[in-house]
Structures are given as C-alpha cells and as structure tokens.
C-alpha cells in the first residue's frame, strides 16, 4: 500500500497514523506467529461492505400488517430468484432504520450481481452499528486485488479502541480463511471452526465484539 492511498482512506474513515502503524504491526505479528509470513494481503481501516448476517426474517412486527405483506412478497420474490421484482418491493423500506429489509435489500443486489451492492451495503454498515449485522472485517477484492477492510471502529482514533487481542483475532480469522480458501458459500466449515478456536484469547475477543454489536462466527453456528 502505497503512502499516498494509506493517505487518503485515512482522511476517509478518520482513522490516526498511529493507529494505521499498529494495525499493520498486530498484521505482521500474526502472520508471522501462525501462518509463517505466508500470508500476502494488505491490510486497511475501512467499513467492510460484506456481511455475514443471517436470511432476513419474514416477520417484521415493527412494521404495518400492508408493510408486513409487501417486505413478505419481496422474500417470496427473491426466493424466486424474481431478483428485479424484489428489488422494486423492498428498496421504500431500506435506509429507515428496519434493518430485516436492508439484509434483504443487499442480498437482492448481490444475487442480482448489482455493481452497485457494495456501495449500498458499506453505507448502511455505516449507519448499523446498533445491530449484530456489521462485521468487524472482511476480505475483499478491490481492482482485482484482494484487501482485508478493518472497521474503524475497533481503532482508537475513529471508534472504540479495541484491545490489541481483538485486533489480533479479527486478522487472525481473516487471513485463515485466505489460508483455507473458505467457499463464499461455506465460509466457515468445520474445519475452519476448529482451527479458529486456536487463537490465543479468542473467547475474550468475541465477547468484546459482541459486546460492541459487531458480529462474530458464533452468532453462524450451523
């Protein structure tokens, strides 16, 4: 990573040199210690736009039984891989805080291979901080070039300050799916579940996540 592109995602996400020098040394300290410096991706602070959060629920009880109906019809829709009428049902109910219809909304983008579903989701990730639907990182391919988004939010600068067992875990998690090479569709098999449990702390770490509302692995038990 360049200075200058380190640069500008820290004016973006507010995010200090000081806390962008330490998640690059937790980085090199895990690689180093569990998978042998092996792993070649870069790390940086930002809102991650994927999400590991379950299928919507089809009941909505904060919504009018006419609401209920429509965002029932959007599921029935996308289970019927009728992915342009689910988008038209859904989309009236997304950015308003029901967070059932934004999961469902960004699900409709990505099976619909919407360009415009990860920009959708980064900016409802960023409002969704009060739910168990905001990973804490993710991997991505930014350019064609695989990169791990850490959330600001765990930096001391731009959020919660995150222990640094915290940091090391969430690196930790994500460079084992690089190292496993996790299927999107079973990205946690069993024996990613089993490997995962060997990182020092990690039941500390997921209960601070948990506690901060970002969503770990054992909210996915299969």
């Known amino acids: 990573m360049g ?3 380190r640069s500008e995602n820290l004016s973006e996400v507010g995010v200090s040199e000081k806390d962008e020098t330490l998640l690059h040394r ?11 410096g092996k792993i070649n991706i870069p790390v940086r602070w930002e809102i991650p736009s994927a999400s590991e959060a379950p299928e919507p629920p089809r009941k ?7 609401e209920m109906k429509r965002i029932v019809m959007a599921v029935k829709a996308y289970e019927c891989q009728d992915f342009e009428g689910a988008k038209k049902l859904i989309k009236p109910f997304t950015g308003r805080g029901v967070t059932d219809a934004d999961q469902l909304y960004i699900r409709i983008l990505m099976a619909a291979n ?3 579903w990860s920009d959708v989701a ?3 990730n960023t409002v969704s901080a009060d739910t168990l639907f905001v990973p804490a ?3 991505e391919v ?5 990169v791990i ?29 690089k190292f496993l090479n996790t299927a999107p569709d079973d990205p946690h098999p069993a024996l990613f579940r089993t490997m995962e449990k060997a990182v020092p702390e990690r039941a500390k770490a997921i209960a601070w996540l948990q506690a901060h509302q970002f969503s770990t692995v054992e909210d996915h038990q299969p």
């Open 3 to 5: 200075a200058v592109e």
């Open 26 to 36: 937790i980085y090199r300290e895990v690689n180093r210690c569990h998978y042998s």
């Open 60 to 66: 909505l009880s904060t919504l009018t039984p006419q």
């Open 114 to 116: 919407d360009p415009s």
């Open 122 to 124: 980064r900016q409802i």
């Open 137 to 139: 990182a993710s991997t």
């Open 142 to 146: 930014v350019d064609r070039v695989e």
């Open 149 to 177: 988004y850490v959330h600001p939010a765990l930096s001391k600068s731009a959020g919660y300050n995150a222990p640094r067992y915290v940091l090391r875990y969430v690196l930790f998690h994500e460079f084992l799916h």
